[in-house]
């Protein structure tokens, strides 16, 4: 499986941005995908996940209300809509995807959020 994410860059603090992650590959086998951020100095942290079957979703307490994580089946594509922005906000953001026996990383793209 090969992860392919796009639509970060700069935004001041309250504007939005949205990413895609395209999957690749043996996509039949994924059971879910999912953003993840890392932060400099910090450890990677789970944004949120969306499940292939029922698209049941799981947002961290940090983002909820703000981001919204969805999927195009047909794509194999996941977005993340990402309103109201804050500087804490700012990371790399990677996508990731599982298939039961283990994880796939995307190369990571860069959010970015101006005080």
């Known amino acids: 499986v090969q992860l392919v994410e796009s639509g970060g860059g700069l935004v001041q603090a309250g504007g939005s941005l949205r990413l895609s992650c395209a999957a690749s590959g043996s996509t039949f086998s994924i059971n879910a995908m999912g953003w993840y951020r890392q932060a400099p100095g910090k450890q990677r942290e789970l944004v949120a996940t969306i499940t292939s079957g029922g698209g049941t979703t799981n947002t961290a307490d940090s983002v909820k209300g703000r981001f919204t994580i969805s999927r195009d089946n047909a794509k194999n594509t996941i977005h993340l809509q990402m309103n109201s922005l804050k500087p804490e906000d700012t990371a790399v953001y990677y996508c990731?995807?599982?298939?039961?026996?283990?994880?796939?990383w995307g190369q990571g793209t860069q959010v970015t959020v101006s005080s």
């Open positions: 990731a995807a599982v298939d039961g026996l283990r994880f796939y």
